[in-house]
């Protein structure tokens, strides 16, 4: 049987719904897409995931449609976002979600958006220190950053491209152009870090990992990832080998899914468990939850770099409130001085790469 004027007429808005104009599909399928939501439920904030065809971007994408503070998510990337929206699109949760395609739709899938994840660009092989990667993905965090400064200049940005000692200077130095900068809403995702911290000192101590919390400081690459081990709650002690090994471990945790992955990327599945995590604190905290506290690389006062990681307190303007760093031991205060020594050329690169 024919569908009536009236299911045609739904049946084109759920299309429209779906994909832009220029993504419409043009085969006539759209019925089948009839069980894909055409409007929001429940209320909720408006994500954008920029870089969402990637190997993050997918297995962050699918958690944060699973997230219930989500009423719209936008999925864009220079390839296969059709692909992935369309698939993502059939998980029976509250998100809507849109796919948008390439630099022309970059605006489009940022307007009026909440809070923007930014997993974008390209990752490390074997050999390759965060670094490397410098050229490409400043470049793309640029561009992206001048659509967030025209299209959405008061979200939040959660900010995942490597290398993030670096792109996070990158982008408030596009936001300062721009005029849009706002220093508490862009946060450098380091909580892969805290959460490789919190898995590897649960398994030294024979501990469920959801019970312990290390606060992890500095940066997001080799000795800036400084695990606060005299910190870790519940209170616990290490002896210098086990501070050495877990201390090593950490800050190459990334190095070590790199190797294991043998040429084929570097940590995707943990780090959008750990983007999700992180986002979800961003929201809870834009919802005006109290007590909303997790590790993130922000602009600082807590040192005399403008850059620094700490713990923040997430709330309705981003990063309400920077944590001093508390007490270190000797070998935390050595391993500061390192951190700091490195994390002033990173961000230095990155103010460079704008103003030159
Ligand atoms: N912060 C962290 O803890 C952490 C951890 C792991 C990886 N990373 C970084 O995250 C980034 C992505 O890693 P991945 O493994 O998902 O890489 P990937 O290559 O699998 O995916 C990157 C995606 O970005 C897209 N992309 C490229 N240029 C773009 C542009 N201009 N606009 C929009 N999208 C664009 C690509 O098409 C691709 O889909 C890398 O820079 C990696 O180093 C960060």
New binding site residues.
Partial sequence: MEPSVEANGRIARISAHLFPPNLQMVDGSALRRADCRAKGGAPGFKVAI??A?????QPLAMLMKMNPLVSVLHL?????APGVTADISHMDTGAVVRGFLGQPQLESALAGIDLVII??????KPGMT?DD?FNI?AG?VR??CEGIAKACPKAIVNL???P?NSTVPIAAEVFKKAGTYDPKRLLG??M??VVRANTFIAEVLGLDPREVDVPVVGG?AGVTILPLLSQVKPPCSFSKEETEYLTNRIQNG?TEVVEAKAGA????LS?AY?AVKFADACLRGLRGDAGVVECAFVASEVTELPFFATKVRLGRNGADEIYQLGPLNEYERIGLEKAKRELAASIQKGVSFIKK
């Fill in positions: 920029l870089g065809a990637g190997g993050i971007g864009y990337d220079v390839v296969n997993p974008a660009g390209v990752p490390r965060r990667l993905n793309i561009t992206l995942i491209s490597n993030v995702v380091t892969l870090d997001h990334g990327g570097s940590a995707t780090m750990a």
